[in-house]
């Protein structure tokens, strides 16, 4: 079974830097795109990051550009998302799925709170 | 990188057919084959239901249909069923950005 797995949210001061990762199991890891998406409360869906299967070319939003970095090492099946000098405006639920173009697997998420 | 428009919210009774438009600018939809639908329950994580523009994943019914027309695509659900009911989202990669719609709220009456 296709399988994402999100890890690494909790609460964090504003400024501060949390990681988040997302392990994938039952398919081809490296194969695949990876796309991270982020859900505020009570709000719609916004694309936060992207990045090719081999790693070499990522995507960022401008709301994070500068701020938040994606990854992976195919060796552990494992995409990441290093957010630095965060805000009270990235507490949101942050999905990690399978795909750039078309995402057709999805984690369960993992909850971000910055507080103040 | 706005979020593209779509209506707040659409109703429909069961049986009936509904559709649910995606506007955004030429850029948004630089290319049409990466167009697609997400369909979100509550407290739940998205599910991929159509991509480029009119194709359907596995599993998903063929009730649901996508199209597109210039700077617009449209989702539309034929047969409403109660278990419709829930957030849809349109999606768009551009190419150096990726960009979702607001979404859109089903009520099934």
């Known amino acids: 079974e296709v399988q994402l797995l999100e890890s690494g949210g909790g609460l964090v001061p504003r400024g501060g830097s949390l990681r988040l990762a997302c392990e994938g199991s039952?398919?081809?890891?490296?194969?695949?795109?990876m796309t991270w998406v982020r859900q505020a409360p009570g709000k719609g869906l916004e694309w936060v990051s992207a990045i090719t299967g081999g790693g070499i070319t990522t995507y960022h939003a401008d709301s994070v550009k500068g701020r938040f970095t994606i990854s992976r090492d195919n060796s552990k099946n494992t995409l990441y998302l290093e957010m630095n000098s965060l805000r009270a405006g990235d507490t949101a639920v942050y999905y990690c799925?399978?795909?750039?173009?078309?995402?057709?697997?999805w984690g369960k998420g993992t909850a971000v709170t910055v507080s103040s | 990188q706005s979020a593209l428009t779509q209506p707040r919210s659409v109703s429909g009774s069961p049986g009936q057919s509904v559709t649910i438009s995606c506007t955004g600018t030429s850029s948004d939809f630089a290319d049409y084959n990466y167009v697609s639908w997400y369909q979100q329950h509550p407290d739940k994580a998205p599910k991929l239901i159509i991509f480029?523009?009119?194709k359907r994943p596995s599993g998903v019914p063929d009730r649901f249909s996508g199209s597109n027309s210039g700077n617009a695509a449209s989702l539309t659900i034929s047969g409403l069923q109660p278990e419709d009911e829930g957030d849809y989202y349109c999606?768009?990669?551009?190419?150096?950005?990726?960009?979702f719609g607001g979404g859109t709220k089903l009520t099934v009456l």
């Open positions: 799925a399978k795909g750039m173009y078309n995402m057709d697997v």
């Open positions: 480029s523009v009119n």
């Open positions: 039952g398919f081809s890891f490296s194969a695949y795109a």
């Open positions: 999606f768009s990669y551009a190419g150096n950005y990726a960009v």
